[in-house]
């Protein structure tokens, strides 16, 4: 009987994205995101990398108590909660790395695919910054302009305003 393929869940760009997150002023990967995604355990994923030391000497690093904690309370980790130590998180370069250590059918799809996702941040984040700067420049001119119109508004109150007739005094 011919051995069924493991399933694996539908990936997106958007869904690789979402797992990508700035620490330590790197974009990385969590260890179990990308066992899943290479559809091996973490625990095999960490024992490749662990086989291969050298290549993943500076892509690879362990997280703190306090950054596992925050993390954790950004409910960035919470379907990966229950573990005894910190997670490691994967660089850029880390997760391109798994794919030659990992002999996975898939491994060689989803390295593409992360490079993709982690190639289309790059390419967009400074745009959205620059894009949020314009923004604020906005806001400001138009608070200014709010403030002008504000007052241009009340001076044509004050003019539409009827003024108080003087009674006719009735004698001398």
């Keep these: 009987m011919k051995e069924k393929p493991p399933e694996y869940p539908a990936l997106t760009m ?12 790197q974009r990385v990967m969590l260890d179990a995101d990308l066992a899943v995604l290479y559809g091996v355990s973490t ?9 291969n030391p050298t290549r ?12 596992w ?5 950004q409910n960035v980790t919470s379907k990966h909660g229950g573990r005894r130590y ?18 996975s059918a898939r491994a060689e799809e989803i390295s593409r695919m992360i490079i ?8 967009t984040i400074p745009a959205y910054k620059e894009l949020a700067a314009k ?10 302009h709010d403030a002008a119109l504000n007052d241009i ?10 003024p108080d007739k003087e009674k006719r005094r009735i004698g001398f």
Excluded: C, N
Aim: aromatic share 10%; charged share 25%.
């Design 69 to 73: 904690g925050v993390l954790r309370s």
């Design 86 to 103: 910190s997670p490691y998180v994967f660089t850029e370069h880390g997760a391109l790395m798994l794919s030659s250590v990992l002999k």
């Design 135 to 144: 923004v604020a420049e906005l806001e400001s001119a138009v608070g200014k």
């Design 43 to 51: 625990k095999a994923l960490l024992q490749a990398v662990r086989r």
């Design 14 to 25: 958007d869904a690789i994205v979402q797992r990508i997150f700035e620490l330590r002023g």
């Design 116 to 123: 993709r996702a982690f190639v289309w941040l790059r390419q």
């Design 153 to 162: 508004i009340e001076t044509l109150r004050q003019l539409i305003i009827p």
């Design 56 to 67: 993943f000497e500076s892509f690879v690093f362990q997280l703190s108590t306090k950054e």
